[in-house]
């Protein structure tokens, strides 16, 4: 059975603190992302990875980044953490597609986060 | 940007249908349609590779219009476990390929 996991599925810090989320797949595949999921926004990517320390910014890097030393692992980091990224964070993998096909996304549980 | 799905919200009895947009300003090369239930992560429904595709899942089918640069989820004589937020997925491109999921749509189907 396909399985992503995440560290944490509530965590609570505060302000300033290095916040770490993980997440770890069993399906070998190619590709890692992290999103965050906000009322009214839909999933938004922060950024993903498509090879062992290989990353791409998404849409909302700022306040991020990620780390991603074994195939199976990708942490997203926030070095400060802030008010405004208290949020769902969620995390999904996949294999890699070529010439525009994509193959579906499989995600973790998610990790809300609030930053006080 | 992200593609825009509407409505935002659909309340539905059992029974009756909904059809869901997702609409891209930019081209799209593939669609996804995934389902979240409450507190759930989100699942993947289908794949749309090609313009024109339609694709069929029970009661829950799909099509994309390449040109107009749209999806449409369609779901028939809906069931309680329909309730959920929807959202279509998309690999667009501006230079590099990039995949956006759109806004959401919220589905509550009542008895």
């Known amino acids: 059975d396909v399985k992503v996991t995440q560290s944490s599925r509530y965590l609570v810090k505060r302000t300033g603190e290095k916040v770490f989320l993980e997440c770890v797949q069993d399906?070998?595949?190619?590709?890692m992302f992290w999103y965050r999921q906000d009322p009214g926004l839909g999933l938004r990517l922060i950024y993903f990875?498509?090879?062992?320390?290989?990353?791409e910014k998404g849409d909302i890097p700022e306040g991020y980044s990620v780390s991603r030393e074994k195939k199976e692992r990708f942490s997203l980091i926030l070095e400060s953490a802030s008010t405004n990224q208290t949020s769902m964070y969620l995390c999904?993998?996949?294999?890699?597609?070529?010439?525009?096909?994509?193959?579906?996304?499989?995600f973790g549980p998610g990790t809300r986060l609030t930053v006080t | 940007q992200q593609p825009v799905q509407s409505p935002q919200a659909v309340i539905l009895r059992e029974g009756e249908d909904a059809v869901i947009n997702c609409s891209s300003s930019?081209?799209?090369?593939?669609v996804h349609w995934y389902r979240q239930k409450h507190g759930e992560a989100p699942v993947f429904l289908m794949i749309?590779?090609?313009?024109?595709e339609q694709k069929g899942h029970d009661k829950i089918s799909a099509s994309f219009n390449e040109k107009k640069q749209q999806s449409s989820l369609y779901l028939t004589a809906s069931q309680l476990s329909y309730s959920g937020t929807y959202f279509c997925?998309?690999?667009?491109?501006?230079?590099?390929?990039?995949?956006?999921f759109g806004t959401g749509t919220r589905l509550k189907v009542l008895a």
């Open positions: 999904a993998s996949s294999f890699n597609g070529f010439g525009g096909v994509t193959h579906e996304q499989y």
């Open positions: 399906m070998d595949h190619e590709n």
């Open positions: 990875s498509y090879d062992v320390k290989m990353k």
């Open positions: 930019k081209a799209l090369y593939s």
């Open positions: 749309l590779l090609k313009g024109g």
């Open positions: 997925g998309a690999l667009t491109t501006s230079g590099t390929y990039k995949y956006i």
